[in-house]
């Protein structure tokens, strides 16, 4: 007897061979890839592959498109976790149905990449997006991937949406490197399987396949990529102990220099600095300048400037407080 998810399949898969659609279909695979319990996984498609109809073959070949076997240079799943099994076993069961249905199926999977974009999703930077642009082989549904990164939680992928190429008119992004973006998305998907309970918009799983697939199909993937943004800030003050102060700032931002936000910069001013760094005189008297500056470069937002005005008078005495030093910095003081 079918079970729901067969039945359902074979329907939805019967509409979709009228459609014609390589990425419609790719994306209701993504969602059935979502909507699968691993558990039932090799049941599914052995009841797909007994089935034998057109309707059947689409659906295993839609699912390995968008669950192809990952390499080592784009690999998310771990070789032996559950994931890389699936993606295995739809690799295995679509074996040499292609050829069995209409061309348009051949081109699932079969995209260029055209263009990638990079930039701030919200003022503070809190969460950024990276977009990559792919059209399929016969140059027809060109479309957007956009995923939402989180800064504060670590940069992990926390939304991602499928969109007709306008959709970037409104989003005002920087235009940047396709493997460097398609490898800082793999990047965040990976770090958020490593959370446990990382809170994510309910869409993403319905798009978590695809969008991995697609930044994998990137040639020459760049995988842990830096973020230039400190490197191209040209603004430093003109003062004593400037570069040793912004140089401090720098080690703060870390890989997410994009987010700078009020409570950020009070975690700086208050927190950070006197738990962790060793500055001198200069530097802690040069860093409220050195912060504006980069404040100005970040976007010049008056809650940002006002927590600066707010803490920035508090710095040399929270620097002179050793209670306030973290252990680290304890220890580096002992050598000095």
């Given at each position: 007897?079918?079970?729901?998810?067969?039945?359902?399949?074979?329907?939805?898969?019967?509409?979709?061979?009228?459609?014609?659609?390589?990425?419609?279909?790719?994306?209701?695979?993504?969602?059935?890839?979502?909507?699968?319990?691993?558990a039932?996984?090799p049941?599914?498609?052995?009841?797909?592959?007994?089935?034998?109809?057109?309707?059947?073959?689409?659906?295993?070949?839609?699912?390995?498109?968008?669950?192809?076997?990952?390499?080592?240079?784009?690999?998310?799943?771990?070789?032996?976790?559950?994931?890389?099994?699936?993606?295995?076993?739809?690799?295995?069961?679509?074996?040499?149905?292609?050829?069995?249905?209409?061309?348009?199926?051949?081109?699932?999977?079969?995209?260029?990449?055209?263009?990638?974009w990079?930039?701030?999703?919200?003022?503070?930077?809190?969460?950024?997006?990276?977009?990559?642009?792919?059209?399929?082989?016969?140059?027809?549904?060109?479309?957007?991937?956009?995923?939402?990164?989180?800064?504060?939680?670590?940069?992990?992928?926390?939304?991602?949406?499928?969109?007709?190429?306008?959709?970037?008119?409104?989003?005002?992004?920087?235009?940047?490197?396709?493997?460097?973006?398609?490898?800082r998305?793999?990047?965040?998907?990976?770090?958020?399987?490593?959370?446990m309970?990382?809170?994510?918009?309910?869409?993403l799983?319905?798009?978590?396949?695809?969008?991995?697939?697609?930044?994998?199909?990137?040639?020459?993937?760049?995988?842990?990529?830096?973020?230039?943004t400190a490197?191209?800030?040209?603004?430093?003050?003109?003062?004593?102990?400037?570069?040793?102060?912004?140089?401090?700032?720098?080690?703060?931002?870390?890989?997410?220099?994009l987010?700078?936000?009020?409570?950020?910069?009070?975690?700086?001013?208050?927190?950070?600095?006197?738990?962790?760094a060793?500055?001198?005189?200069?530097?802690?008297?040069?860093?409220?300048?050195?912060?504006?500056?980069?404040?100005?470069?970040?976007?010049?937002?008056?809650?940002?400037?006002?927590?600066?005005?707010?803490?920035?008078?508090?710095?040399?005495?929270?620097?002179?407080?050793?209670?306030?030093?973290?252990?680290?910095?304890?220890?580096?003081?002992?050598?000095?």
């Amino acid at each position: 007897m079918s079970t729901s998810a067969f039945t359902k399949a074979i329907a939805q898969a019967r509409d979709l061979l009228r459609w014609h659609s390589p990425l419609r279909t790719e994306l209701w695979a993504a969602r059935l890839t979502a909507s699968l319990d691993q558990a039932l996984v090799p049941a599914f498609l052995r009841e797909l592959a007994e089935d034998g109809t057109a309707e059947a073959r689409l659906t295993l070949v839609a699912l390995a498109a968008v669950n192809p076997t990952p390499s080592p240079s784009g690999a998310v799943p771990s070789a032996g976790t559950a994931e890389a099994d699936d993606s295995e076993a739809y690799a295995r069961a679509a074996e040499g149905l292609i050829d069995t249905l209409p061309t348009w199926v051949s081109r699932m999977g079969r995209v260029t990449c055209e263009g990638a974009w990079y930039g701030k999703a919200d003022p503070y930077g809190e969460q950024v997006l990276a977009v990559l642009s792919f059209r399929y082989e016969n140059s027809k549904e060109p479309h957007i991937l956009v995923v939402g990164i989180d800064q504060p939680n670590g940069g992990i992928a926390v939304d991602a949406v499928v969109e007709e190429p306008k959709f970037l008119d409104d989003l005002h992004l920087d235009a940047a490197e396709p493997q460097v973006v398609a490898g800082r998305i793999l990047d965040a998907f990976e770090l958020g399987d490593r959370i446990m309970g990382a809170a994510v918009a309910d869409t993403l799983p319905e798009v978590r396949p695809l969008a991995i697939a697609r930044a994998r199909t990137v040639p020459g993937l760049i995988r842990g990529a830096g973020d230039d943004t400190a490197v191209r800030f040209d603004e430093l003050p003109d003062l004593p102990g400037a570069r040793e102060a912004f140089e401090k700032l720098v080690e703060f931002l870390g890989d997410r220099p994009l987010w700078w936000s009020p409570v950020r910069v009070s975690q700086f001013l208050t927190s950070w600095l006197p738990r962790e760094a060793i500055m001198s005189d200069a530097a802690i008297a040069a860093m409220p300048e050195v912060v504006r500056a980069w404040s100005r470069f970040s976007g010049d937002h008056p809650a940002v400037l006002r927590h600066i005005d707010e803490d920035a008078p508090r710095l040399p005495a929270l620097m002179a407080d050793d209670s306030l030093a973290g252990l680290a910095k304890r220890i580096a003081q002992g050598r000095l």
